[in-house]
C-alpha cells in the first residue's frame, strides 16, 4: 500500500548528568574535585534516501528515540555521547511541526537532511565549579533532557513526467507501454488506487539521448478532488513535483472536452501554477470509432488553447513513438534532468527569541516562567543538593526572573513552573513543589 503521509514523535535522547566527586589518591588530602561531564544525548535526523519511494517504513512505528548520553564520572572521565538516529525518507518529502503547520524542510537530493530534535547537552561535572574561595563545590549539572516533536511527513513524488486524467482514461495502460512498468490494469474506473512509477528510457528510441526520465501514474481524479472528494484528491499534491505534465483523455468517453476541462479545473484549483508547467495532452483510445471521430474537433479545441496534442491507443501500441518524441523535446537536457525539478530542498532555520529571553506567566494555580535558557537552567539543577538550588537562585536573581515574578504577584506558597519543573516559591526561595 502507498503511504504518503504519516504523523511520528521523535524524542532526542538526554544528556548525561555531570558527577560530583573528588580525588582520593594515597597521600593527597582533601583532593580537589574530577567530576567529569555527561555525554550529549543523541539527536534525530531525518535523510533523504534516494532509493526510497514511499514512507512505508513508518506504517506501524510512529515513535523515535534516539539514545542518552552516559553520565560523567571520577577522575574527569566523560560520559558517552548518544547515538544519533537517523530516519530515512524518500525524495520530495516534506517535514512539517505537526502542531502549527509549519514547514520544516522540504528534502528532496539525496543526503539532505534536517536535524528534527536536538539531543539534550551533557552536565557538566564539579570541576568546572571549582573558584578560588570555594575548592570543594558539590555542584554538578544534570542533564539536559532532549527536544520531542510532532511532526509530519508528506511525500510529493519527484517524478519527470505525471500522467493525469480522469478514472479509465488510460493511463496506467500508457505507463506500461512507454515503459517497463507494469501497473495493475482493469477495465473498470478507479483500478489504480496509488501512483506508478515508471522509467522512460529515451535512449531506446534515439541512440544519441542518454536521459531516463520518471515516469509516475498518479490514480484518477474527479470533479471536486481539490477539495477532498475522490480516490485522486490525496495525489493532487504529486503533480506539483512534476516537470511535464501528460493529461491523458479517454476519447470514446462519454464527453471528452467536459472530461478535459474538469481535470484543468482541479489542477487550477489545487494550485494554480500547476497550468503554467509544459503540458502536453494525450488523445487515448484511437482503436475505437467513436474516438477516431472526435480527434479533429478535440485537436482544434486544444491548438487553440496553445497546447500540443498526441493522438494513441495505448492498448494497441500505436503513437506511443511520437508520444516519446514530444516528451522528449519538453524536458530539460544534460545536468539539469539529473537535479530535483521544483521547489528547490529547504531547510527552515528560525531564530527563537526565547532562547535568552523570559516571560513570566499567571496560571489558574500558580506561574510559569517560559524561556529556553531558564528551563534548562531548571532541567539542569539537582534541587534535592543544596548547594545546586542556591545556585539556582542566584542565577535567577542575575537574569531578572525573580524581580519579574514578584512585580507578577508571586506569593509564598505558591507554584512556580519552568518546563516540566514544579517549584514552590518560599519567599526568596526555592523548593520542590
Avoid: C
Amino acid at each position: 500500500m502507498f503511504l504518503d503521509q504519516v504523523s511520528l514523535t521523535v524524542t532526542a535522547g538526554g544528556g548525561g548528568d555531570g558527577a560530583a566527586s573528588f580525588r582520593h589518591e594515597a597521600h593527597v588530602p582533601r583532593g580537589g574535585p574530577d567530576g567529569g561531564d555527561g555525554g550529549r544525548g543523541g539527536s534525530v535526523h531525518a535523510v533523504v534516501e534516494p532509493g526510497l519511494t514511499t514512507l512505508g517504513d513508518y506504517r506501524f512505528k510512529h515513535h523515535f528515540r534516539a539514545t542518552p548520553g552516559g553520565r560523567g564520572a571520577g577522575s574527569r572521565r566523560h560520559g558517552k555521547q548518544g547515538r544519533d538516529l537517523e530516519l530515512a525518507v524518500p525524495p520530495g518529502t516534506m517535514v512539517y511541526e505537526a502542531l502549527t503547520g509549519d514547514l520544516l524542510a522540504d528534502l528532496v537530493t539525496a543526503g539532505q537532511r534536517i536535524t528534527i530534535a536536538r539531543g539534550g547537552r551533557g552536565g557538566l561535572g564539579n570541576v568546572h565549579f571549582a573558584t578560588s574561595t570555594h575548592r570543594a563545590p558539590r555542584h554538578a549539572q544534570k542533564g539536559e533532557p532532549g527536544e520531542e516533536r510532532r511532526i509530519r511527513l508528506e511525500l510529493r513524488l519527484i517524478a519527470d513526467i505525471g500522467l493525469v486524467g480522469l478514472p479509465n482514461a488510460g493511463k496506467s495502460t500508457l505507463l506500461g507501454a512507454m515503459t517497463r512498468a507494469q501497473p495493475r490494469i482493469g477495465d473498470y474506473p478507479f483500478t489504480t488506487l496509488e501512483p506508478n512509477l515508471g522509467v522512460l528510457d529515451l535512449e531506446a528510441r534515439d541512440a544519441e539521448d542518454h536521459r531516463r526520465p520518471t515516469v509516475a501514474d498518479l490514480p484518477g481524479l474527479i470533479e471536486g478532488a481539490s477539495t477532498g472528494a475522490g480516490l485522486g484528491h490525496a495525489f493532487l499534491r504529486h503533480v506539483q513535483r512534476t516537470r511535464v505534465v501528460a493529461h491523458v483523455v479517454d476519447l470514446a468517453g462519454r464527453d471528452p472536452e467536459a472530461d478535459f476541462a474538469v481535470i484543468r479545473e482541479e489542477l487550477r484549483l489545487h494550485d494554480p501554477r500547476t497550468l503554467a508547467k509544459p503540458t502536453l495532452v494525450v488523445a487515448n483510445k484511437l482503436d475505437l470509432p467513436q474516438a477516431r471521430s472526435r480527434v479533429a474537433d478535440f485537436g482544434r479545441a486544444r491548438t487553440a488553447d496553445g497546447l500540443e496534442v498526441v493522438e494513441v491507443s495505448a492498448r494497441e501500441g500505436s503513437g506511443i513513438d511520437r508520444l516519446v518524441a514530444a516528451l522528449a523535446r519538453m524536458l530539460p537536457h544534460g545536468d539539469a534532468l539529473a537535479g530535483p525539478g521544483e521547489p528547490a530542498g529547504v531547510v527552515v532555520h528560525r531564530f527563537d527569541a526565547a532562547d535568552t529571553g523570559f516571560a513570566v506567566e499567571r496560571e489558574r494555580d500558580g506561574f510559569r516562567v517560559r524561556g529556553r535558557r531558564v528551563e534548562r537552567l531548571a532541567a539542569q539543577t539537582d534541587f534535592a543538593n543544596e548547594e545546586s538550588a542556591e545556585r539556582f537562585q542566584r542565577d535567577l536573581e542575575r537574569s531578572g526572573v525573580e524581580r519579574e515574578l514578584v512585580r507578577a504577584g508571586v506569593e509564598p506558597g505558591d507554584t512556580v513552573r519552568i518546563g516540566p519543573t514544579e517549584l514552590e516559591w518560599e519567599g526568596g526561595a526555592w523548593g520542590p513543589a
